[in-house]
């Protein structure tokens, strides 16, 4: 197998042309049919399509032959989160962040240079139709078998179904109560999956399009927090694996194998280190024993997941460990997978803007069976799909694109064999067996035949004799098991008698030893399992207003990373010492990781959090100690007298709450309190649930239950609410800036994840569209305010324009003229001198004047209604300026 990272594919921004190398989030990618073409798509508004022969060969990459970028399609309006190709290979459709899916048809007129840049697109790919619906981002979409139907969802909690052939909408399934991050089809076609934040998998019958079963149990404590939950159905049509699951009380993450008919998820694959973000069955069915007939008990298939600790593991469901591990292949989290129609070819996207291709031999994915295999194992289901649109039919290549498929796998003279099934010719892949064992592979510098193209790509070739020499005389050291994926008791696989080689693969290690090197000498750090200390705990505390938070369950090893490749490690002590050990790993320039002991503390560790300028730990006996990145401690030891219940950091400021409600916020740079210690209790009832966050100028958030956002203002000593689930009652404003992955707006990221009030509570008709107007306007000044506590300029100035446009609009002249007086201050002030009479010349940073200047009064000229005050004001500027 060999691994490949082009530097060529790569989604930028066209207006930062002072940092060309700033590559953008690559949110999706999928193979063309026939394998010639991938589609991307990423955070820059654009799908990109790219030619797959210059990124699995050498010789056309430095050829240029045929061209590497082969078109970029510019019609979306929002970054782009999903691209999928349809089964026939004539159309690509795509869902974005605008709330549009697009179908693209390939247009040989096309051609040309792309619209508001310097490239050039080698073919033409039209937008043939726009398929509006959806209310907020589109996260997925998935093509039916034979392209009948084409299913998306979406953060509005929706799933749409279109005609495959009319593109008409047919069906909306709205019983998902959370953002819909994933949807799969059954390869029979009676059944249709879907993955959502409401911590389920919907299964819909295609019959009728409703609810076939919902599987809640493997997701219950899974985090809210990935940007998709992207799930795949097997290829024999009897299993669906779905990511974002965990065990234990969601201290493992797995992903859940769902089992068809009973619906039930007794399976799991652990071992991923966070949330596994994506599944992806290769489309081949693959059998058990290639020199038997094709059967159920024959049958079973390979899967890759990708997750957000930046690995990549492929997995044979006949066998209880994954065939390959690749550790480390991207520097931030895997976002989409997607096998080529062979199954030879697994390519991976990821959010730091690039790609990664494992393109496997045959011999390595033993017994793939030909696409006709799978057509002949799922007639036994006897589904017959409703007729096709009268006039209407897919003038389809996939049987010629299977059978290319299948002659190229065939052409291969290594492992291939031929026999009879059932009165078919069948090529049966015949492995090359030895008695072969597990080889811990090192970087690509030290393997002799591993090569760097002109564009950087790494091509790995993965080695598996163990007597190979890793770039030198000494033979590379074999890993032991506890290094990796480890044996878990709830994986019922069947564990064959002759374990094929597993590949695991570090692309963030160097070459050498696996061992650990402490500053005290060499020695191997010790391997814990991941698992709650019992303990006997003291009496909580209660405060007046019977509030007591919970305090996070103590584990015996907790870990927090740095994003230069630091690493800190707690680790509690399970004999009773009621004792922890600190740790910190590093990746220094000459190779070895390097362990760190970093502290002894005389408490056991209930919580640690990190930032690129600290590490912090909250110990049970209520301390909080705060580390420098190298290790030395920069603050005293903060006790706080009850235990922490929640600590969040944000660049160089901490925060945490204690059990009894007492917010704390430092900057840990600076030595300084954000403000003095402030209790929350007025802000929850008892039983209430709270989460938290804190921005960079130590401003805390507190998300209430109820739906309510508070932040403590220290300017006014009390707390603020600033925002509410209420103006979904009939602001025009609400979410219409819903956030998008990788938005900076904070107050936008807050609205998205508040639930609107139920429809039964809305108001009277009569007074609604007064009752808008009037919602609208405080919503954006509680907005603007907002905005100004959590020191974000970018969305003050965005709603200020809202909010002018509406005063325009509603003709209210007094409050117009009230805030330009306020933009303008005294106007005896002139810049320079400081501020006047209490006025401030700054709001968040923005000169007041020029906003008045740019936002508003450019605003009111145009209106009919404040058209007058908007000239005279502008008079008045101008004079200002003139004195100057």
Known sequence: ????????????????????????????????????????????????IWSTKPILNPASEESNRPPKSLCTLTMHTGPVLTV???????????????EIVMIWDLDPNARGKVWGSDEINVEGWKPMKRLPGHESDVTDVAWAPEDRYLASVGLDSKVLIWCGYTLERLHKLDQHQGFVKGVCWDPVGEFLATQSDDRSVKIWRTSD?????????????????TFFRRLSWSPDGAHITASNATNNKGFVFIAAVITRGTWTSDISLVGHENTVEVAAYNPHIFLRDPKQPVATSNICSVVALGADDRSVSVWQTKSARPLIVAKEVFDRQIMDLSWSWDGMTLYAASSDGTIAVFAFEPDELEGIAPHSVQVQYLSKFGFVPPPLPEGYSHESSSSNIAAAAVAEVASKPAAVDT????GEVVNVLVAKRNNKKRVGLTTMSSVPSAGLSKSTAKRVPFLSDTDINMGGSKPASPLTHDSFFPTPDEQPFDTPRDRKLRIDVDMGSSSGSAGYRSLGGNRQREMVPIKEISISKAASVVNSNGIILPVPAILTQLTAELDDGIQFQAMNSEDGAGSSSLYLTRNPSEGHRQLLDLDRLPSLVIAVQSTSRFFAVATLDGSIIVYSPSGRRMMPTLKLGTPCSIMESSESCLLVITQD??????????????FPPVSITSLISPNDTITASVRPNGTPIIHCASGAVYSYDPMLFTWVKITDRWWSEGSEVWRKSQTQPANPNIVAQIESNIRDLPSESSTDSARAKFWSKALTLNHLQVRMHAAKLLDSPAEYKQNLALYVKKLADTGLEDMAEELIKELCGPIFWHPGEGTGGGWSPNVVGLSKRDLLKDVVLSQFVKSENLQELGR????????LASEV
């Open 209 to 225: 399009w409703s609810l076939e079963a919902e599987v809640k149990k493997p997701f219950e404590d899974s985090p809210v927090s």
């Open 1 to 48: 197998m060999h691994f490949t990272k082009p530097a060529w594919v790569a989604h930028k921004d066209p207006s930062a042309k002072s940092d060309a190398s700033k590559r953008l989030s690559i949110f999706s990618v999928h193979v063309h049919p026939d394998g010639s073409r991938i589609a991307t798509g990423g955070l820059d508004a654009r799908v990109r």
């Open 661 to 674: 409600g007492t917010l704390n916020s430092w900057n840990v740079t600076k030595n300084t309190a954000s």
């Open 419 to 422: 026999k009879i099934v059932g």
């Open 84 to 98: 999928r190709w349809a089964h026939s290979g004539r159309w690509l459709a795509s869902g974005s962040d605008d």
């Open 872 to 879: 005279e004001w502008q008079d008045i500027l101008d004079k």
